[in-house]
């Protein structure tokens, strides 16, 4: 920590020039890898890492009771776990700002560009399917949002519906894959100074004032933001951001 | 012509050092409402932040080993060496020193402290300290020639009354501070304090 | 029963305004006695009460910040504020992360590197709620903190903007942020026209985006003009006051 403290200044000289401290470009990602299925116990699972950042998503069904004035629509729930495993910083105890910022973007970019069909998820009287996404925060070096979304989204990919049978959900059991209608990924921006880069280190984050993370689905459309940190933007940056932000969907959806 | 200014008002072209103002891109803004005529720009409110050469009235919150910690009506507060101070003080005593130093993070360093006699002390925002004071201290000598008492103003907007007819003279004081703003201040607070006056003995003439 | 189709009908919205018409805003500062600065902002039919406390010092101490003021930014809503019933009391998930973004509003409008270890708090509390209460609160914040006198870069305004069906439209209501189709709360920096705040819903392209921004900053004056005349009016209220106080 005090190390990245330290290192505030070194890392805003090379930004002003256009640098990195790992010598990648402005807007390249570091090495992405998505392992699906490594929890089997959930219905669905995958592990994302970008760089050194690993984010872990197991996703549960249930049957729940759903809200009042959508009664046949299914539940999706995202939460976020920033596990003291994952960072010096990270303490255990009921979720702060951030792990809670983290899973409602998620979630965000995942509802409005309905990922998952939840008409029709009735079970049976008054109960309807639930979809519990949960992101566990396993190693934090920068970037968190875009790591768990690619975690979550590959898990929803890999995810497997059981069967309810009265009323009741049998695990272990698969009445196929999750249909899903769209794709989402995520990408961060971070502004050092007056640069912006894409898929920032813990210690870029925490050299930088402002973020903008973008949720990108298909044909062209953004379907989340969420703008971070003191620095302002410009509304040129802003659609300037939206333009990368589409470029680099092609790479990750490539790992998904 | 006195008009208002809002936070974000270009208040000039170039970088110029003006209260309630900030520079930006070469520019000077304001950053506070403030009242503006022709160059002259007074914040409706602020925030008194230790200044060197300040005198101020600091109240003693804390007694030290080495010395006190003094509470100065502001966010941040000074401390006085024992080596610079000749009263003993206890906790609560009013204290009227100067600042010698403010370090990076707005602490002040105090020094030639004078123990203040057991009066009224009000705090009030410290952009009020010119108005209480009056051009070379005319509204200082009126408060005083009317009440008797013994005023003392710092710098930080708290100001101590002792002595004389310190009732009128806080009650004043108090005018000012609400009427800081307007014009034909002056005037009134005199008409104020001669009504005052007129009804009760004159300062001076009480019990004793 | 509101449904879509109702929202927009032959160029007008549900409650008869044009795609750029705000509801009407009304904002008063000063509000509140014990507060440093205080403001009511009273937007069609929601109400937002903003409340301003220091600068301060920092509990616990190692907390502060040597070289700038942190910012305690807390957006919360009445139990009572909504049109549904009873809501918990306390923080929830949603006011916790708008209490995050805002926070990061004012930390950036704010000159916080005058006040070194220090802590401002702003309070945002909902009083009754009909969509967009939160750029109704940030509106709000920003004229109390003027109120505060605490030096600000500028007033930091907050407007959305949103896409029901294909119609661009500024300044959503209750209906048409739950039943339209995206919905972008921003804030904006009006002298610099940056950017502060910027979240968003629903599927957007790139032009609608553009779009959205271009009518925001639009409407972002006519916001401004009224948190001025709400501190104007503030000061010619005291000054009214101190000429009657002639008679104290």
Redesign the interface.
């Known amino acids: 920590m005090i190390l990245e403290q330290i290192k505030q200044g070194f890392i805003r000289e090379l930004a002003d020039k256009g640098q990195r401290e790992d010598g990648r470009g402005l807007l390249d990602y570091r090495a992405i890898k998505v392992t699906k299925g490594f929890a089997p116990n959930a219905e669905g699972s995958a592990l994302a890492e970008i760089g050194r950042s690993k984010v872990l998503c197991g996703i549960k069904f249930d049957v729940m009771t759903p809200f009042a004035d959508r009664p046949t629509e299914g539940v999706v729930m995202v939460n976020a776990e920033f596990s003291p495993v994952a960072h010096p910083e990270f303490r255990a105890g009921p979720p702060d700002e951030k792990s809670i910022e983290l899973a409602r973007v998620v979630d965000r970019g995942i509802r409005s560009a309905k990922v998952v069909n939840v008409d029709n998820m009735l079970v049976t009287e008054g109960k309807v399917q639930g979809i519990f996404i949960d992101l566990y925060i396993l190693d934090h070096d920068g970037n968190l949002i875009d790591t768990a979304a690619l975690a979550a989204m590959a898990a929803l990919k890999d995810a497997k519906v059981p069967k309810f049978e009265e009323g009741k959900i049998v695990r272990g059991t698969s009445s196929g894959s999750l249909p899903l209608k769209d794709i989402v990924v995520s990408t961060s921006f971070e502004k050092i100074g007056k640069t912006i880069m894409v898929d920032a280190t813990d210690a870029e984050e925490i050299a930088s004032s402002g973020r903008l993370s973008l949720g990108t689905a298909n044909d062209g459309k953004v379907c989340s933001s969420q703008k971070s940190g003191s620095a302002g933007f410009s509304k040129d940056e802003y659609l300037q951001m939206i333009d990368w932000a589409h470029e680099k969907r092609r790479d990750l959806l490539a790992k998904i | 012509m006195k008009q208002?200014v809002?936070?974000?008002d270009k208040v000039a072209d170039e970088p110029r050092r003006i209260p309630?103002c900030?520079i930006?891109d070469g520019k000077t803004?304001a950053?506070?409402?403030s009242l503006q005529s022709d160059d002259h720009v007074v914040?409706?409110?602020?925030?008194y932040?230790p200044k060197t050469g300040d005198d101020v009235i600091g109240i003693v919150e804390e007694e030290r080993f080495s010395g006190y910690n003094l509470a100065l009506n502001s966010?941040?507060g000074g401390s006085l060496s024992a080596r610079d101070t000749r009263d003993e003080l206890k906790l609560r005593d009013a204290v009227y020193v100067k600042i010698l130093a403010v370090n990076?993070?707005?602490e002040a360093v105090l020094i030639e402290p004078q123990k203040l006699q057991p009066g009224s002390m009000i705090a009030v925002?410290s952009?009020k300290v010119p108005r209480i004071i009056g051009r070379n201290g005319s509204m200082l000598d009126t408060l005083a020639k009317f009440t008797g008492s013994r005023i003392t103003v710092g710098k930080n907007g708290v100001v101590h009354v002792e002595g004389g007819n310190a009732e009128l003279a806080m009650k004043a004081i108090e005018?000012i501070c609400?009427?800081s703003?307007?014009s034909g201040l002056t005037e009134?607070i005199t008409?104020?304090l001669e009504q005052e006056t007129r009804n009760a003995p004159r300062a001076g003439e009480q019990n004793g | 029963m509101v449904e879509k189709a109702d929202l927009f009908k032959n160029g007008k919205r549900l409650d008869g305004r044009g795609p750029m018409d705000l509801r009407p805003l009304k904002i008063t500062a000063g509000v509140l006695e014990r507060a440093q600065g205080s403001a009511l902002v009273e937007w069609g039919r929601n109400k937002v009460l903003a409340a301003v406390y220091g600068p301060h010092e920092v509990l616990p101490k190692h907390l502060a910040d040597p070289t700038k003021a942190i910012i305690n930014a807390r957006y919360i809503m009445a139990p009572f504020s909504g049109q549904e019933e009873h809501g918990r009391s306390g923080p929830n998930r949603r006011s916790i992360e708008i209490s995050k973004v805002a926070k990061h509003v004012f930390e950036n409008a704010v000159l916080v590197d005058q006040f070194p270890k220090t802590m401002i708090d702003v309070h945002m509390e909902v009083l009754q709620s009909d969509g967009g209460t939160r750029v109704a609160g940030i509106t709000a914040g920003a004229v109390a903190l003027a109120d505060a006198g605490i030096p600000l870069r500028d007033l930091p305004v907050g407007l959305s903007a949103g896409l029901i069906g294909e119609h661009m439209v500024l300044d959503l209501d209750k209906y048409e942020d739950n039943l339209g189709d995206s919905d972008m709360p921003m804030v904006i920096l009006p002298r610099t026209g940056e950017i502060l705040l910027s979240q968003m819903d629903g599927l957007l392209s790139r032009e609608d985006i553009s779009k959205a921004f271009d009518m925001i900053f639009q409407g972002a004056q006519k916001v401004r003009d009224k948190q001025i005349e709400a501190l104007r009016t503030s000061y010619e209220r005291m000054a009214a006051q101190a000429a009657q106080g002639e008679t104290q």
Do not use: I
């Open positions: 208002l809002f936070p974000g309630g900030y930006e803004y950053a506070n409402v914040p409706l409110k602020g925030y932040v966010p941040y990076e993070v707005k925002d952009v005018k609400r009427e703003h307007t009134r008409q104020m």
